[in-house]
């Protein structure tokens, strides 16, 4: 078993678009669903809002690792961090990387996320619950709605 | 919890006790080049990362496999990787539309 994320995907686009859209902080905030305050530089934290429908309220946090043009570019960060009352300073974050390769179609993107054997396991609990959390509440939403109007 | 199933002797041992079936440290001892001491040394390992539960039986230690560990892990990468897909469609469409 493996404590590691991998991901390889082909995009039909050059390779410098495909470096705009991760490493632009605007741009990456339209795919990731974010919005950053400023750019991402190596070494500082980069901060925004998670325009997610759901989770609108959460603060969305990373540090910028490396930046090397066309090649690669790195974060870590607190997957799931997305409880507004928990410290996760103290955790150990996971270090994501995004490698681009030019292909003849374009560009290969290959993914990696790697480090969740530190992750405490009660925050998987946490990640499994927000996860289903969206669903259980709508459905409460809509039963207390029925016993209103009832 | 990875890194204690990165070592060969313990993932033996682990499928060993992964029939379900508790064993004593000498019978997890039994056809290994291993001394008691130190298979008793390795199920601490486990033990400390919820992997192996530990009963006392009469005179003896009996240790067995806990998979919830492994599944709630296995299904928390899931989870992570499925955002990954959405997030990355998502770029896809971004950069090629």
Not at chain 1, 31 to 43: Q, S
Not at chain 1, 50 to 60: D, K
Not at chain 2, 64 to 75: G, V, Y
């Amino acid at each position: 078993m493996s404590d590691r994320i991998e991901k390889r995907i082909e995009l039909k686009a050059p390779i410098s678009r495909v470096w705009r859209a991760l490493t632009d902080y605007r741009e990456f905030g339209e795919w990731f669903r974010v919005k950053l305050e400023g750019p991402f530089v190596p070494g500082q934290i980069a901060r925004g809002k998670i325009i997610h429908p759901g989770y609108e309220h959460v603060v969305w946090q990373a540090v910028v690792q490396k930046i090397e043009p066309e090649r690669l570019f790195s974060f870590t960060w607190h997957p799931y961090g997305i409880d507004p009352k928990r410290d996760y300073s103290t955790e150990t974050p996971t270090l994501v990387e995004f490698r681009l390769e030019e292909t003849k179609n374009g560009t290969l993107l290959v993914l990696t996320e790697s480090g969740f054997d530190k992750i405490p396991s009660d925050r998987r609990a946490e990640a499994f619950r927000m996860n289903d959390g969206g669903w259980t509440q709508q459905m409460k939403n809509i039963e207390d709605y029925v016993a209103r109007a009832s | 919890m990875f890194a204690a199933l990165g070592d060969e002797t313990r993932l033996s041992l682990v499928a060993k006790l992964s029939g379900g079936q508790p064993r004593s440290i000498a019978q997890l001892t039994e056809g290994s080049r291993l001394t008691r001491q130190a298979v008793t040394k390795h199920l601490r390992v486990l033990e400390r990362v919820a992997l192996v539960r530990s009963r006392r039986s009469g005179r003896e230690n009996l240790f067995e496999f806990d998979p919830h560990p492994l599944e709630d892990a296995r299904k928390y990468l899931d989870l992570v990787s499925e955002q990954w897909d959405q997030a990355l469609a998502r770029l896809k469409s971004f950069v090629e539309g």
